[in-house]
């Protein structure tokens, strides 16, 4: 958007389009493509795939973009203990906008490139025309071609082949508030070459409980033959924000991408994750951890595209459900019609604490291959009574026995985040989401 974007954004408005601006750089025919798909209109809950998440609130609602300016200041305290490391690279983002003192951007191994998508945007090149190519159904999806047509900032990532990145590289991205309604959406592209490794770490944060934030983010990942690409994101959003992170990842032969999501924010949270696994032999994890309280609501939607023979693919998501909250997933596990061989699992286990709260699980086969091994399987319960007496008749506390079960219950998703700080951090906001699971600070 240029910068005399000022104009405020009803998502529902029929004429969505004529009221975004597209800034005149590289990526001005990329965002003329995106605005155009905003035709599709803002899903409602008759589209299947959003069948459980309504997005009634935003109606009638304007959206003002980022701001020109903003307060650098806000971005210290948002870092994750263990993620203060001044040796690490980052990517700082406040409201939508770089905030290059609190970034590092040099200093890194050769053969890793690390910009911010503005600067991308402005000079284009071989990198630019790689974005939107990651999953090409994305013309038609809302909040994927809002987020085309509005990005202001992100992530730009490049791995060289057979460069190893030791460090994990972090993104920022910070929500300060701010007054009225307001429209972010950061954009990362990751792109790692041949037998290329690299960790990403994506922290969102909002420090405004009150603030009516939409934030739409969405992170592309290309992974070339042999490369191997980890991704973490954690949601801390204000419980008042409206949150949609997507990842598309493309994965070529022998590639092996992961991702690893802790949520514990936000008002309503559509997490969408899509790998397609493009080339042979190739692998993918999906593994996250959602804990909601209050009356949040949390959907995971996860789509996995096996296209060739002999691909891999695991799916791990847990959900510990509090205060009448709801946690609702949907994966759909594909198999094309040459992709024999495929390998498939996917698991969706709900735990049920809050009287109130609901769980909705809908494990999805869509299989046109007869040579493949898929499973599927879903579960949803309340914490164990007779494993609760146990730990009882050996003298644990009836509140901390339900703790040390609930952290039982997390232990395996949180271990598979293999970022200490992350796993340290989910487990704190853990605790606090689940009142009888304080005090368990040395299971960190």
Not at 113 to 128: I, Q
Not at 210 to 239: D, F, M, W, Y
Not at 293 to 314: F, K, L, T, Y
Not at 430 to 443: D, H, N, S, W
């Amino acid at each position: 958007m240029t910068t005399a974007a000022a104009t405020l954004l009803r998502l529902d408005s029929g004429d969505l389009a004529s009221s975004l601006p597209i800034a005149e750089d590289a990526l001005a025919d990329f965002r003329r493509a995106a605005v155009a798909a905003l035709a599709c209109g803002l899903p409602d809950r008759r589209v299947e795939d959003w069948k459980y998440t309504s997005l009634k609130h935003l109606a009638g609602r304007s959206f003002a973009p980022a701001p020109e300016t903003v307060d650098a200041s806000a971005a210290a305290s948002a870092i994750l203990p263990g993620l203060d490391d001044p040796s690490l690279p980052c990517v700082t983002i406040v409201d939508g906008r770089l905030v290059r003192e609190a970034s590092r951007l040099d200093g890194l191994p050769a053969g890793v490139c690390l910009r911010p998508m503005s600067e991308l945007a402005a000079e284009g090149g071989e990198l630019a025309a790689r974005i939107g190519t990651a999953n090409e159904r994305w013309q038609g999806v809302f909040f994927e071609a809002l987020n085309g047509a509005c990005f202001t900032e992100g992530l730009v990532l490049h791995v060289a082949a057979n460069t190893k990145v030791e460090t994990p590289i972090l993104m920022r991205v910070v929500d300060t508030g701010g007054d009225g309604p307001r429209l972010l959406c950061p954009r990362s592209l990751v792109v790692a070459e041949a037998s290329s490794e690299v960790t990403i770490v994506e922290d969102h944060v909002g420090l405004d409980d009150a603030a009516e934030t939409l934030l739409v983010s969405l992170v592309e990942v290309h992974a070339a033959k042999n490369a191997r690409v980890r991704h973490l994101r954690i949601g801390r959003e204000g419980r008042a924000t409206t949150a949609v992170p997507m990842i598309r990842a493309r994965l070529d032969r022998d590639a092996h991408f992961e991702s690893h999501v802790g949520l514990f924010g936000g008002r309503i949270v559509r997490n969408e994750i899509n790998p397609v696994l493009a080339g042979e032999n190739c692998e993918c994890v999906l593994n996250g951890l959602v804990v909601p309280a209050g009356d949040q609501h949390v959907d995971n939607h996860m789509r996995v595209e096996h296209r060739v023979p002999h691909c891999r693919s695991r799916q791990y998501y847990k959900a510990i459900l509090n205060d009448e909250s709801t946690g609702a997933f949907t994966g759909r596990i594909v198999v094309d019609d040459d992709a024999s061989g495929t390998d498939a699992v996917q698991s969706s286990e709900s735990l049920v604490l809050g009287t109130r709260a609901r769980a909705i699980t809908r494990p999805q086969l869509e299989i046109y291959d007869y040579d493949v091994k898929c499973t599927h399987g879903a579960t949803v319960g309340q914490l164990d009574r007779d494993a609760t007496f146990y730990l009882e008749a050996r003298g644990v506390p009836r509140e901390q026995a339900r703790g040390l079960l609930v952290f039982a219950f997390a232990s395996d998703v949180l271990e598979r985040f293999g970022v200490d700080a992350i796993e340290r951090a989910s487990a704190a906001r853990l605790r606090e989401r689940i009142p009888f699971a304080r005090g368990l600070e040395e299971l960190d």
